[in-house]
Each structure stands twice: as C-alpha cells, then as structure tokens.
C-alpha cells in the first residue's frame, strides 16, 4: 500500500523567506511525527501529533517553527523567516498509534541561501 | 540529550563477515526500534523489540536487549553490499511521552 509521502523532495530558499513542508500520512495512522536530520547529525524530534490531541511541541527550535495537522490526516511544517541553519532534511513519520512502528516519508531536503 | 547512542560511530567489514552495532540508552523504555538510512533516502524500519523480549530475529538481523544495562545489539550476518547504510536504534521513553528518541547513528560500509 502507499506508504508516507512528502512534499516538495528538495527545497532551496533565500534566508528569510517561509517555508511550507506537506506530509500525507499513511490512511489510518493517528500519530505523526516531524523530525529534522541536519548534516552529519542524528535525527531530532520536532513535534508530535495524536488523533486529536494537542501536538507535544516540544522539539521546535524556535517559533519560527510551527505545524498543524488538519482533519487528522495531512500535516504541514512551517518555517518562517528561515536561516542558513534550518538547512536539513526534514522527516515525516507516522504509525497507528503509541508505540507503534513509525513509517519514515523520504524526507524533504531544505537548503537555506 | 541523546537518549539512543550507538557505537561504533563506523563500521567497515569484508562482505560475509557479520557487522555487530551496539546502542545505549538512558531512561526506562516501552520498546527500542532500529532503522536503516541509504545514503540520501528515507529511514527504512528494521525490527522492534519491546521491553520485556530479549531476543528478536528478521532475516539475517538478530537484535538483542538488556533493560538492565539498558543497551540493545544489531547483528547482520552473512553482510553483503547492500546492506551498507547508516543504522540508528531509536527509544520511546515509558511514561514520559510518545516520541521517539534517535542516535547518531553507525555508519556500516561493506567493503567488496
């Protein structure tokens, strides 16, 4: 079956401009998940959605960050007034529920000018 | 702070031979998950073991986990050249939240 998909696979902006990252879950996952890859580092944990609680924010850097899942399905990430370190690939995962398996889309590569 | 930490950070081994990965982790966990990363692809899910399994087996994979040292180990045997890839083991942390928690990673090469 599909598995997660994102959008756009490769983005290249000019420091300050926004961006916006789509995600589309796999149907009938609750749970979705962002994290960011920076070159030569781990994964890290940005924000977490469940059914419909509200998201663990958690990991966001900044406030420049910000995501919103809309009717439970597809998530969109959100970076204002980007900077040469927001450059990564940012993952979308989403499984059926608490710990459960999370599926990885293939990312989106960011590359701030 | 890293909750998932794998050693070593690289990994080169002859093709056949079999490539052992270690991860430690920090807090208590509900389950500890490895993934494997092709150069420039997404994450591809390996194998879950959960906190009260000790041994777990997929194909040429077998992962251990010792919640008492709170470490886990990925074992490829018989490695082939496909199999190079980076490979990271990753935590949920019980009773804390639903986020998982990732290492850096072993970068794994298979050299012909």
């Known amino acids: 079956g599909a598995g997660v998909s994102q959008s756009p696979s490769n983005k290249v902006t000019e420091k300050g401009k926004d961006v916006e990252l789509r995600c589309d879950p796999i149907s009938g996952h609750t749970a979705l998940y962002w994290y960011r890859q920076s070159l030569g580092q781990g994964l890290e944990f940005l924000i977490y959605?469940?059914?419909?609680?509200?998201?663990?924010k958690s990991g966001l850097p900044s406030d420049r960050f910000s995501a919103e899942r809309t009717g439970g399905s597809v998530s969109t990430l959100t970076i204002q007034r980007t900077q040469q370190e927001d450059s990564a690939v940012y993952l979308c995962?989403?499984?059926?529920?608490?710990?459960?398996?999370?599926?990885f889309g293939p990312g989106t590569r960011l590359l701030v000018l | 702070s890293q909750q998932g930490e794998e050693d070593p950070q690289a990994l080169s081994i002859q093709e056949g031979e079999n490539a052992t990965m270690n991860c430690s982790y920090k807090?208590?966990?509900?389950?500890l998950q490895w993934y494997r990363q092709n150069s420039g692809r997404g994450l591809v899910h390996l194998i879950l073991?959960?906190?009260?399994?000790r041994e777990k087996h997929s194909g040429r994979l077998r992962v251990t986990l010792d919640t008492s040292k709170k470490s886990s180990s990925l074992l490829i045997t018989a490695s082939r050249a496909a199999d190079t890839a980076s490979y990271f083991c990753?935590?949920?942390?019980?009773?804390?939240?639903?986020?998982?928690?990732f290492g850096k990673g072993t970068r794994l090469h298979i050299l012909p």
């Open positions: 990753a935590t949920d942390r019980s009773g804390r939240d639903d986020k998982i928690i």
């Open positions: 073991i959960r906190s009260n399994e």
């Open positions: 807090t208590s966990i509900n389950n």
């Open positions: 959605f469940q059914g419909n609680s509200a998201p663990d």
């Open positions: 995962a989403s499984s059926r529920g608490r710990e459960e398996t999370q599926y």
